[in-house]
């Protein structure tokens, strides 16, 4: 089994600050994590992906994550929040393959969502 | 991501009513996936499709129904559009990289659909 807990509905941070939003995983497989961003209306962008090379993974617009096998977190942070980064973001595992034998993908279990609001 | 195009945007519809909705990519991927997202339920995953021939049903797929069209194409249909069917629709791609594991996807738009 897998699943993805975002421990925060909501965070609200001031623009210049640092922005940390939490998630753990479980998952019985070697997981590959994501974390995905939506915009008021807009589609899914993926911010970065874990894949089991490094464990600090870098991604877009500044953000970052640390792939930690010991506490299975995925936390995203950025040093400096920006009004642009108003937006719902969402920590992804991957890990049960679906299909069977050279079919096999990883289904994509979503964690509920965090809400980023930064203020002025 | 213009790559993969939804439509309608957004649908009102009615009790009982049929309704098709339609996705269409330009990444050249064999995987497309159909998903539905629920405040605080984040994605769940209704079909998807490892190619032309291949079509499989996801963890939420009563009363839905798909066609994969073309590699390009799936179509998502609620037969019998029910109240519980209002929902922010997500088409999805992925390509076969080999390690299926590792698999990215990319989203599209999205499709409100509203149900009365």
């Known amino acids: 089994a897998q699943s993805v807990t975002q421990l925060d509905s909501h965070v609200s941070v001031s623009e210049g600050t640092p922005v940390l939003l939490r998630c753990n995983y479980s998952s019985s497989y070697s997981p590959s994590l994501f974390w995905y961003v939506q915009h008021p209306n807009k589609g899914l962008q993926l911010l970065l992906k874990y894949t089991s090379a490094a464990t600090l993974v870098k991604g877009i617009n500044g953000f970052e994550a640390e792939f930690k096998k010991s506490e299975t977190s995925f936390h995203l942070t950025k040093p400096s929040a920006h009004m642009s980064d108003a937006a719902e973001y969402f920590c992804?595992?991957?890990?049960?393959?679906?299909?069977?034998?050279?079919?096999?993908?990883?289904?994509?279990?979503f964690g509920q969502g965090t809400i980023l609001t930064v203020h002025p | 991501d213009a790559d993969v195009t939804q439509t309608p945007r957004n649908r009102i519809t009615k009790t009982g009513k049929r309704i098709m909705l339609e996705c269409s990519q330009t990444?050249?991927?064999?995987?497309m996936y159909w998903y539905r997202q629920d405040p605080g339920l984040g994605l769940r995953l209704i079909y998807y499709?490892?190619?032309?021939?291949?079509?499989n049903k996801g963890e939420i797929s009563d009363g839905y129904s798909v066609s994969r069209q073309a590699q390009a194409k799936f179509s998502l249909s609620l037969e019998s559009a029910i109240p519980n069917q209002t929902a922010l629709y997500f088409c999805?791609?992925?390509?076969?990289?080999?390690?299926?594991?590792?698999?990215?996807?990319?989203f599209g738009p999205g499709t409100r659909l509203t149900v009365l």
């Open positions: 999805a791609t992925s390509d076969h990289s080999g390690f299926g594991m590792r698999d990215t996807q990319y």
């Open positions: 992804v595992v991957s890990g049960i393959p679906l299909g069977a034998g050279g079919t096999s993908y990883g289904k994509l279990t």
């Open positions: 499709s490892f190619d032309v021939k291949d079509i």
């Open positions: 990444k050249g991927h064999d995987r």
